[in-house]
């Protein structure tokens, strides 16, 4: 096979030289936008990538004003045997794609042979001339050299192109970080917050890259600086800002510092580094023609250095353009492609992976809550290449499901006021809670650790409203509580945190955490949380005298009929699901007396049975 034998594409084409691609360093999702981009050159049409088509048979679509439709099918089979392929490509006659197409283009990165060619389109029905394989898509490349430029991962395959980029690096690390950034690109998938950190660098020489943990801030970071390395900078990974200064030569370079506020670099002995920080992104400022500097930091460690009592610390992270990678932003399309490209090159079978596209249950999987990419990661790791997409889906639910290992490392470095505000919250309600109402339940700390663990805390585990007509905090993510409940349920942790209960909803939201409260049907006594509901239980009779206590205090202020008798019935559940052994005495007084206020009529339940009475008041 021919190798490219240039680092730039274009200079490349320029020269007359010109690789042979087979394309295994493409995602499916990257192959498709190739395909897009060739035929849209080649046959001088305006298809678009149509995610939402891909159970109908739908890569590639336009519809032209006359209402002609034309459909590409990308199979990205290069791994595939021939007989896969056509299995693959027979599938399509029965899909919407197929059958409603004016004119239908096949695009594989399976080599084939002209009598393949042939075959494919005969069950397709087309011409052969509409059936691309590999050796095609490469004369339309040498043709268009400018479309190569566009998809850098394509050409980063090359051996010669690879070596030159890893030359890029200054010391041994350097070189590790480029190999890293290599084998991590295959599988990312760009966002537009990629565009704007891209463009921002561009613009300023500047840019921190802050996220939650395992939202990929630093495979972005690692891309940016592999991109810079192909356009021929030097790249310098450093661990300090004095490693910057030491390496500072002339010539285009780029620092990658990543983790730049760690947290051994927020002491008040942090002066020095500080200050040399500051330096450091003046002068990449000053000279962003020929110097680059690229930050990463979690959340809530940026947060953290904001509201620093070093001066000098808040202006050094307050200066950079920052991007902030956000996955909530991520549509639904993007999320499968980043699932499908973690696959493929985990060895996932291709017709797995489109059965995997197709298949419902994964609208379930791309909107979970907890969905991240580090979680895919682990997935694609775990799954063997003879797993399916039922192994797939199965697997993918079950992470999600369980996403305390991708918080623990965030959690591990929090205060003691960090962690009791976001385990406060955790046995609240998940609506917002007032601030002023969380701030006592925390133990009335002092206002300054108060609003600096708040900061801390925001964006990555809580998010604040602060304005004048709404002060307002709640839990940032669904992750979040999912992974502070395991933390709970622990036998000490789970006795303790029941002990600093201090309000009925808080007995109602742990009390469901532990699968001992069911408003219907009644409530089972097997808890998922088996620490928490042996707390529970244990602590029957002080949670049941808080009940009754916290309740006539709050109803003899707040009398309105409607929302009485919602709390009343929860408090008959939950006093019946903790198992209480005393007739509910004051709770059938209340019921009465709610009803006879309401002039309603007496609900009719069977004197001692609660859930009789809770069912009755719904």
Known sequence: ????????????????????????????????????????????????????????????????????????????????????????????LAKEGWRKADRYLLVTSRPITAEVQSELAETLRIPASDVWGPDRLNDALRDDPEIVKRHFKLWLSST????????????????????????????????????????????????????????????????????????????????????????????????????????????????????????????????????????????????????????????????????????????????????????????????????????????????????????????????????????????????????????????????????????TLATLPTQPVDLADLHELVGRPDPFAWRNALHTLEPTWVRLIDSPVERTVRLAHPGCHDYLLSVIDQPEAAAERLDRVRRIDQVFTLSEAAGLLDRDPPPPHQGTRPHLLNALRSRREQLVELIRTRFEAWSSVDRRPSLRAATLRDVAILHGALGDPDSPAWIEKHCHALTESAWLRPPPFRPGHLFSLAAALI
Request: with cysteine; glycine share 6%.
């Open 160 to 423: 010669a192109a690879l070596e030159r980029v890893l030359r890029a690096g200054v010391w041994n690390r350097t070189e590790v970080l480029l190999r890293e950034a290599a084998e991590d690109c295959r599988r990312w998938i760009e966002v537009p917050l990629a565009r704007d950190a891209r463009d921002g660098l561009a613009a300023t020489g500047l840019c921190v890259i802050t996220g939650l943990p395992g939202t990929g801030k630093t495979t972005l970071a690692k891309q940016l600086v592999l991109e810079a390395a192909a356009e021929g900078w030097q790249v310098v990974q450093v661990r300090s800002p004095n490693e910057a200064w030491e390496t500072l030569r002339p010539e285009r370079q780029i620092f990658y510092y990543d983790d730049f506020l760690g947290q051994s670099r927020l002491t008040a002995t942090a002066d020095a580094d500080v200050a040399d920080l500051l330096s450091l992104i003046g002068t990449v400022h000053r000279e962003k023609e020929r110097k680059r500097l690229v930050l990463t930091t979690r959340s809530q460690v940026l947060r953290a250095a904001e509201q620093a009592i070093n001066d000098k610390l808040q202006e050094a992270v307050r200066r950079p353009r920052r991007h902030t990678i956000v996955l909530d932003e991520i549509d639904r399309s993007i999320r499968t492609s980043i699932i499908t490209s973690h696959l493929h090159f985990a060895g996932f079978p291709a017709d797995e992976s489109e059965r995997l596209e197709a298949d419902r249950r994964m609208s379930r999987v791309v909107g979970h809550p907890n969905f991240s990419p580090r979680a895919i990661e682990h997935v694609s790791r775990r799954l063997g290449e003879d797993a399916t997409a039922d192994d797939a889906v199965a697997l993918l639910q079950r992470t999600f499901d369980d996403p305390g290992e991708l918080w623990r490392v965030s959690f591990a470095p929090l205060n003691e006021l960090s962690r009791e505000i976001v385990l």
């Open 1 to 92: 096979m021919r190798k490219y034998h240039h680092l730039r594409p274009c200079s490349a084409c320029a020269r007359g030289t010109m690789a042979v691609y087979d394309f295994r360093n493409l995602s499916p999702h990257d192959f498709e936008r190739l395909s897009r981009d060739v035929l849209n050159s080649a046959e001088g049409l305006n298809l678009q990538t149509y995610p939402e088509g891909r159970d109908r048979g739908i890569d590639l679509r336009q519809i032209t004003r006359t209402g002609y439709t034309i459909i590409g099918q990308c199979k990205h089979y290069v791994g595939s045997t021939a007989a896969q392929l056509k299995a693959a490509v027979e599938k399509e």
